[in-house]
C-alpha cells in the first residue's frame, strides 16, 4: 500500500497557533459548547484533516458523521462556486428555482418504498425533526408523539423532547413539549438478545397503550434506524418491520430520523432500507450537502396534506447548500457498494482487536457507521466511560480522531471517501493506544 503524507504529528496538538485559537474561542463563545478535544482544523481532504500547527490525521468521525465526501471534495466546492456565482439567496418558501425542485425530486425518488414523495427543505437536523412533528400532527390530527429512550433528535424544543439521551440537554429548559412518551430501544447486546430486545421494546408500547395513552391519541412514532448519539446501537432486524406494523395497526405514522443514518453512510441511502420498510416521513441532514447547512423531510404524498402557508422556512433549500447537497449525491450514488465493503474491513478490524482486549464487549454497524462498546468486563458489561475519554485523548496526540457516543461507545463514522489505507492505518493507531492500558 502505498505510503502517504499523514498521519503525522509535527508538534504536541494543540500547537502554538492551536493554543491560541483555543484561548480566544474559550473566552468568547457560548459555554453550552462541548468541545470534545482541543482539535483546531485549518484544512483537510478525503479522511485526512490537517490542524492550525501542521499535524495531520486520520479522520474516524467527519465532523460528526458529516463530511460525506471528505472535507472539500472537487466536485462539491465546484458546485458550490457555480452556485454561489449566480445567486446566494432566493427564500424557496416562497418562489422558485431549479436547484430546489431538482433536490426535492432527487430526495423524493430516493427515498424508500414505491409510493410518491414530496420533500421540504431545511437548514439542520433539527428542523427537519420540528417540520415532521407539525406535518404528523397536522396531517393526522393526533397530539401524542413516542420516540425511544437514548435517542437524539435535536435541540430545538420539539426534537429535544423527543430526545431522551442526556438529561443535560433538558435539564433546566422545561416546560418541554407535552404528550411525547419514551419508551426502549431494542438493543440487542444489553436487552437479552435480538427476540428479547424485539419483544420487550413492543410490549413496552403495548403497554403504553393500555396504561397512558391511547394509540388513536398518538400522531407518530419516531425513531433513528440506527441510534447514532445513544450509542451506534443497530437494532435487530424486524425491529423497524414490527414498529411498521404496529403504525399501520393504528394509524400512527412511522417516522424515521436518518440525520445520521441516512445519505448512504450504512452503504445503502437510508438506514431503513436495510429491513425495506418504508417510513410515512424520513428525515435528513448531517451528509447530505457534505457540511454546507441543509437538511430534508422526505413525505409520503398521502401524508404531505397540509396547506399552503402553514409552514416554510427563510434559508432553508438555500441556492448554494441544493447544489452542494445535489453535487454529494452525485459523489456517493457510484460510492454505496464500497462503502458496504469497506465498512466491514472496518468492523473486521475492530472485531481482530475484540478478540485480543477483553475490553471491547461489543461491536457492531452497517457500512460506515460502526460502533464500538467498551466495558470494564464482559459479563457484567459495565460500559468504562473513563477508557474512552483516555483513549480518545491518547489518539487524537497519535494523529486518529475519535468520537464517542452512548455511555463507553466509539463511533466510527468516518468520510465515505475513505480507504484501506485510511482504516488499516486508524485501527493500528487504535490498537497502539489500547496496548498503553495494558
Ligand atoms: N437527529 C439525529 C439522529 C442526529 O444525530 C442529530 C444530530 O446529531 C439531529 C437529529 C439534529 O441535527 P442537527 O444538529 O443538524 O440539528
Not at 18 to 36: C, L, P
Not at 187 to 199: C, F, K, L, Q, T
Not at 206 to 220: G, H, K, S
Not at 304 to 324: K, Y
Request: proline share 6%; net charge neutral.
Amino acid at each position: 500500500m502505498a505510503t502517504r503524507d499523514y498521519p503525522r504529528i509535527v508538534v504536541t496538538p494543540p500547537g502554538p497557533k492551536g493554543k491560541a485559537i483555543v484561548a480566544r474561542d474559550e473566552q468568547w463563545t457560548s459555554t453550552s459548547y462541548i468541545k470534545e478535544y482541543p482539535l483546531v482544523i485549518a484544512g483537510g481532504k478525503g479522511a485526512m484533516v490537517e490542524d492550525a500547527d501542521g499535524n495531520r490525521y486520520i479522520d474516524f468521525m467527519a465532523g460528526i458523521a458529516v463530511s460525506s465526501t471528505g472535507y472539500n471534495h472537487p466536485k462539491v466546492v465546484g458546485a458550490i462556486k457555480d452556485a454561489a456565482d449566480r445567486f446566494l439567496h432566493i427564500c424557496g418558501t416562497d418562489f422558485y428555482f431549479e436547484g430546489f425542485a431538482a433536490l426535492a425530486e432527487r430526495l423524493a425518488r430516493l427515498a424508500p418504498g414505491k409510493s410518491k414523495k414530496r420533500v421540504f427543505l431545511s437548514n439542520s437536523g433539527t428542523e427537519a425533526v420540528e417540520g415532521a412533528i407539525k406535518l404528523a400532527r397536522n396531517h393526522t390530527r393526533r397530539p401524542a408523539l413516542i420516540a425511544f429512550q437514548q435517542s437524539f433528535h435535536g435541540r430545538t424544543y420539539g426534537a429535544m423532547s423527543l430526545t431522551s439521551s442526556k438529561a443535560k440537554q433538558h435539564a433546566h429548559f422545561g416546560p418541554l413539549l407535552p404528550e411525547v412518551y419514551h419508551v426502549p430501544y431494542a438493543n440487542p447486546y444489553r436487552m437479552g438478545g435480538p427476540e428479547a430486545a424485539i419483544a420487550q421494546s413492543i410490549a413496552a408500547i403495548e403497554d403504553l397503550f393500555t396504561r397512558q395513552v391511547a394509540p388513536d391519541d398518538v400522531a407518530a412514532i419516531f425513531l433513528e434506524p440506527i441510534q447514532g448519539e445513544g450509542g451506534y446501537v443497530v437494532p435487530p432486524d424486524g425491529f423497524l418491520r414490527a414498529i411498521r406494523q404496529l403504525c399501520d395497526k393504528h394509524g400512527i405514522l412511522m417516522v424515521c430520523d436518518e440525520v445520521q443514518s441516512g445519505v448512504g453512510r450504512t452503504g445503502k441511502w437510508w438506514a431503513s432500507e436495510w429491513e425495506g420498510v418504508e417510513p410515512d416521513i424520513l428525515v435528513s441532514a448531517k451528509g447530505l450537502g457534505s457540511g454546507m447547512p441543509i437538511g430534508a423531510m422526505i413525505a409520503k404524498e398521502s401524508v404531505m396534506t397540509w396547506e399552503s402557508g402553514s409552514h416554510g422556512s427563510t434559508f432553508g433549500g438555500n441556492p448554494v447548500c441544493c447544489a452542494a447537497a445535489l453535487a454529494t449525491l452525485d459523489v456517493i450514488e457510484p460510492l454505496l457498494p464500497r462503502i458496504q465493503k469497506i465498512g466491514d474491513r472496518l468492523q473486521a478490524g475492530a472485531r481482530k482487536l475484540q478478540e485480543k482486549y477483553a475490553c471491547i464487549g461489543d461491536v457492531r454497524g452497517r457500512g460506515l457507521m460502526v460502533g464500538v462498546e467498551f466495558v470494564k468486563d464482559r459479563t457484567t458489561r459495565e460500559p468504562y466511560p473513563e477508557l474512552i475519554d483516555r483513549l480518545t485523548e491518547r489518539a487524537f496526540r497519535k494523529g486518529l480522531l475519535l468520537l464517542g457516543c452512548g455511555k463507553s461507545t466509539f463511533r466510527f463514522a468516518p468520510p465515505l471517501v475513505l480507504d484501506e489505507y485510511d482504516v488499516d492505518t486508524g485501527l493500528g493507531i487504535l490498537e497502539e493506544c489500547l496496548k498503553e492500558e495494558d
